[in-house]
């Protein structure tokens, strides 16, 4: 390493293999993935997000909620992401092409959101969120930072939060969530990944090779031919 | 080989170092303790989440995000460049030159983090990993690093020796690899950003060429530097420096998949970051035999070396067999993942460093520490503390991520599970938090007595070798 400038060069081609590697290479496979078009439903997907939700991901950003809540969920045979109802498929990378900053996130202290509002048998509405944004559970903090409590004045605001029991507001008042709780939630109302999308399909399992056939291959090439 | 260590050298090239590297130094320790603080928040945060969460400015994930933003812009880069700028100045054979650009450069630095922290906490986080700042920050951060590193590459371009030492390979490396980094990440994410998911692969290729080409290169200058002065050997295996050094440079920001294994990127990008996790342990191999002699010793500093290249390499081989799909599918997302950031940066980095420092600061002020009671305690905590914390966390996320992998176990059972762990690593975040405010503390009071030039010992020094670097055995 006597030859400062053959050093140099070293550092700078290792560095840019990796960048021109990773960070170009998967820009160019999926830089330009474009929507899909469902004949079937005469729209394509992922659905462009509503502004209210576009704002509201900045503030699930901001809050930094991706510390605890992941939104990937992973393929069906790995991990139990589809056993506890975050979702069907895996989530895959057209899921993400309209989102300005994608929270994948890296724990799951909470549960995955990805498809928030596409859970089966029924997903959580507005009311169920703002109520637990608002007043927590055991294992979510209650962000009562995001609510205005104030007196009625006139006619009770229609968005007021409905509580209950020790929750409720003293006689008068009222409990509002703010335009950031109300943008939060529609982003959380947005999330839904229902749609299957040909590569979200998980391959068909190759079937045994039968004695005497041409291995799994031509079994798919069959089957194929059949649908 | 006690004759060699109790006579610490202390040049005249020193004299020129001590002010750029002492300001370095001290925010350095400014910021360990800050992160300390908000990481113990963080800790608690998992055990009783209402805890400070009507707090807007620290939500859990604000304060995640500003206590690792504390720890690697703050701690880590403050105090890996010093020990790096000494470093490229002392084998260079020459006067620490450009001093004040450092000094500017360290109070931009600073202030830079410091708006940072607060853009971070008022909600203008960037949700990218090792990447929190704010964007309107990442600029200034960009100029003031040029303007502190100019010193360290004069050292390296006027060096009076015929030939290199690894030590300043690697501080070199991380003194130019930083900003191309940090710049094309930039670029990338913020001033002109790519679409969807792959801005989570530009992301990780950030993160993990920060960790790999930057934090672990300023600490390793730091190891290789120490290790051979204080043992007062030349390093075995030596020939083998160069291989390990270019396969940590030219494999090192591959590893970026491997956090998005199973994710809603290519496949081949994960199973990249899984092949260049496992070659990656050549260099840890090669980092552990050359240093080896680190863990044959007594004395503060190599102690403090030799627990963080321990860390060092339990990490690289951690690193490499859980980045395996069979074993992250279970410790994906889990408190695991976290229990092997802290081996590697509180553990493996934090430690060099502090036997680094341990080893720079006597000869930067001239005068032994101020206290030798307060490394020995400082060493108790830090090491008990990691060895905690590691641990804890780790079997956290081990029970967390089988409980995951039981679709009908509820979350409330999951941290009810989970939370003698977290009390331990509670705990543990308390401990290093005491030991890290001892060395804050110890430094602030021998700085000072430098400064005031109190009863200055001309004839020797270094009152007592022995609790600068006991060389005891």
Redesign the interface.
């Known amino acids: ?2 030859n ?1 400038f053959v ?2 060069t ?3 081609v ?2 840019a ?3 021109g ?3 170009l290479g ?2 160019r ?3 330009s ?1 474009a929507p899909f078009y469902s004949d079937g439903d005469s729209a394509s997907f992922p659905a462009r997000p509503a502004g209210l939700a576009a704002r509201g991901q900045l503030v699930y ?8 809540h ?1 939104q ?1 969920v ?2 069906p045979d ?3 992401d589809k ?2 109802g975050w979702g069907d498929r ?22 995955d959101l990805a498809n928030l509002a596409g859970r089966k048998p029924s997903p959580m509405d507005d009311e169920d969120l703002f109520k637990l944004l608002y007043a ?10 995001l609510f205005d409590e104030r007196a009625i004045v006139g006619q009770p605001t229609d968005t007021r939060l409905r509580l209950t029991g020790s929750l409720a507001p003293a006689a008068g008042r009222e409990i509002v969530p703010t335009e950031r709780a109300q943008t939060l939630v529609a982003y959380l109302l947005s999330l839904n990944t229902t749609f299957e999308f040909p590569e979200a399909r998980p391959l068909p399992k190759p079937p045994a090779p039968a004695p005497g056939a041409h291995g799994a291959h031509g079994a798919k090439k069959k089957e194929e031919a059949k649908k | 080989m006690s004759s060699v260590s109790s006579q610490p050298e202390v040049t005249a090239h020193d004299a020129a170092a001590r002010g750029p590297i002492l300001l370095l130094l001290g925010s350095a320790l400014k910021w360990l303790v800050l992160a300390g603080v908000l990481s113990l928040v963080t800790s608690i945060q998992l055990i009783k989440p209402d805890f400070l969460a009507d707090c807007s400015v620290l939500t859990h994930g604000r304060a995640v995000a500003l206590a690792e933003t504390a720890f690697v812009y703050g701690w880590l880069a403050n105090a890996g460049l010093g020990v790096a700028l000494w470093v490229l100045a002392r084998l260079g054979g020459e006067a620490l030159r450009a001093g004040n650009w450092t000094m500017v450069g360290t109070a931009f630095w600073n202030l830079g983090v410091t708006v940072g922290c607060i853009g971070i906490a008022t909600g203008d986080a960037t949700s990218f990993s090792l990447l929190q700042l704010p964007r309107y920050v990442q600029p200034l951060l960009a100029v003031a690093y040029a303007a502190i590193g100019v010193g360290g590459v004069l050292a390296w371009t006027g060096r009076r020796t015929a030939g290199t030492y690894a030590s300043q390979w690697y501080a070199v490396a991380a003194l130019f690899l930083f900003p191309w980094l940090f710049t094309a990440a930039q670029v990338v994410l913020f001033w002109s950003p790519v679409r969807g998911t792959m801005q989570a692969v530009a992301a990780g290729w950030f993160a993990q060429g920060a960790w790999t080409l930057w934090l672990a290169p300023l600490a390793l200058s730091g190891a290789y530097y120490v290790v051979p002065k204080v043992t007062g050997r030349t390093l075995p295996s030596y020939d083998f420096a160069g291989l390990g050094f270019w396969t940590l440079i030219f494999t090192g920001a591959w590893t970026g998949g491997r956090h998005l294994i199973g994710g809603p990127v290519p496949a081949w990008i994960p199973t990249l970051g899984i092949v260049a996790c496992s070659l990656l342990l050549f260099h840890t191999l090669i980092v552990g035999l050359n240093l080896r002699g680190a863990f044959f010793q007594s004395g503060a500093v190599l102690k403090f070396t030799a627990f963080g290249l321990a860390a060092y390499l339990a990490g690289g081989v951690l690193d490499a067999l859980f980045s395996f799909r069979s074993l992250a599918e279970i410790t994906q997302f889990t408190h695991f993942t976290t229990a092997q950031q802290q081996l590697a940066f509180t553990g493996g980095l934090s430690m060099m460093l502090f036997g680094s420092i341990y080893f720079a600061v006597p000869r930067l002020t001239g005068r032994a520490w101020a206290s030798g009671g307060m490394i020995s305690l400082h060493k108790l905590a830090a090491t008990g503390g990691v060895l905690v914390l590691v641990g804890s966390l780790a079997m956290a996320g081990w029970i967390q991520g089988h409980a995951l992998a039981e679709a009908k176990t509820s979350f409330a059972e999951i941290s009810a599970r989970t939370r003698p762990w977290l009390l331990a690593a509670t705990a543990a975040q308390a401990l290093l938090l005491f030991g890290n405010l001892l060395l804050a503390v110890n430094f602030l009071r021998s700085v000072c007595a430098c400064c005031c030039g109190e009863s200055a010992p001309t004839a020797s020094p270094f009152r007592a070798p022995g609790v600068m670097e006991a060389p005891a055995s």
């Open positions: 390493m006597k400062g050093f140099f070293g550092l700078f290792a560095l293999a990796s960048w590697g990773i960070v998967s820009h496979q999926l830089g993935l950003a901001d809050l930094g909620c991706a510390a605890c992941t990937q992973r393929r790995f991990g139990t056993a506890r895996q989530s895959v990378a057209r899921d993400y092409i309209f989102q300005v900053r994608p929270q994948l996130g890296a724990s799951r202290i909470g549960p927590g559970t055991a294992t979510h903090p209650a962000y009562k930072f």
